[in-house]
């Protein structure tokens, strides 16, 4: 049994990983990701519903955590409530930081970068009716971030050409003081996203409410038998080393690079998941 298992499309969920570890370092973390299937957001929605819950449903049988952390929005917007009817664990969601972004504007005027599939799902209307009525949203698709966090973590270069353009539609807009990232890919991106807008724009995301929340689940759902393994030491530069009950696993495990992005935030290499239905081709970035 561990604490607690991630799950993302693919490596965007270690944004989230490094948030958990840096309030609660004493716990013990798995990770898994679908980078079989990646990138969520150009998927359909019915088969992303089945995939998912086939992806998390294998690996809590493997992990046995405590609880599950959804650290992907697409995810999260689609399937929370079906995993929750699966799974007998607390699942988490994650969602685009609306709400402490309306919060946090002056102008009104707010950035959201996200999938397709985010930014045209009607919880997401929701959560700004809720939380931002009479806040201008300027929603952006932008998934040739995630590829370009993928590249990141990888060791790839990341083009900066496709960063800028991907974040152009923000660029146009004037007044937009707050951006939510409402990818976890794209808190990794920051170093290329702060410098192509304006020095005083706050730039948002859902790591920290992720780990408040999964402290607080914790603090209710039943304790870890075994209490004695120590979780991942985080060193000097954000690295951190793999302790014994670190698994992750992957759809695609060998894709180039996975490994050490995963060992950087204090995972270990990953096994492979196999998913039988449904299935995908395999693609790796």
């Known amino acids: 049994m561990i604490d607690a298992l991630i799950f993302d499309s693919g490596v965007g969920g270690l944004s989230v990983s490094a948030d958990i570890r840096r309030r609660m370092p004493w716990l013990s973390l798995g990770y898994v990701c679908d980078n079989a299937a990646l990138p969520y ?78 930014v045209r799902r009607p919880y997401l209307d929701r959560l700004i009716d809720d939380h931002a009525r009479g806040c201008r949203v300027i929603r952006v698709a932008a998934d040739t971030l995630v590829i370009e966090a993928e590249h990141l973590l990888k060791g790839q270069t990341v083009d900066p050409a496709r960063v800028r353009e991907a974040i152009a539609p923000l660029r146009a807009v004037e007044n937009i003081d707050v951006v939510v990232l409402g990818c976890t890919h794209f808190p990794l991106l920051r170093d290329y996203l702060e410098p192509l807008l304006s020095p005083g724009v706050r730039w948002i995301d859902s790591g920290a409410a992720i780990a408040r929340r999964l402290e607080s689940v914790l603090s209710e759902a039943p304790a870890r038998a075994d209490r004695s393994t120590p979780a991942a030491a985080v060193e000097a530069g954000g690295r951190a080393t793999p302790s014994p009950d670190a698994s992750s696993w992957a759809t695609a495990a060998s894709a180039p690079g996975l490994a050490p992005a995963l060992m950087r935030f204090g995972h270990a290499p990953p096994a492979m998941l196999e998913i039988a239905s449904p299935a995908v081709a395999v693609h790796v970035s």
């Open 41 to 118: 957001g150009t998927k359909d929605d019915a088969w992303l519903v089945a995939r998912i819950v086939a992806v998390c449903e294998s690996a809590c049988r493997q992990a046995r955590p405590r609880a599950l952390v959804i650290a992907c929005n697409t995810a999260s917007t689609l399937a929370l409530e079906a995993l929750r009817a699966r799974l007998s664990m607390p699942v988490i969601g994650t969602v685009p930081a609306i709400k402490p972004a309306a919060e946090t504007t002056r102008s009104r005027t707010i950035g959201l970068l996200a999938t397709r599939a985010t």
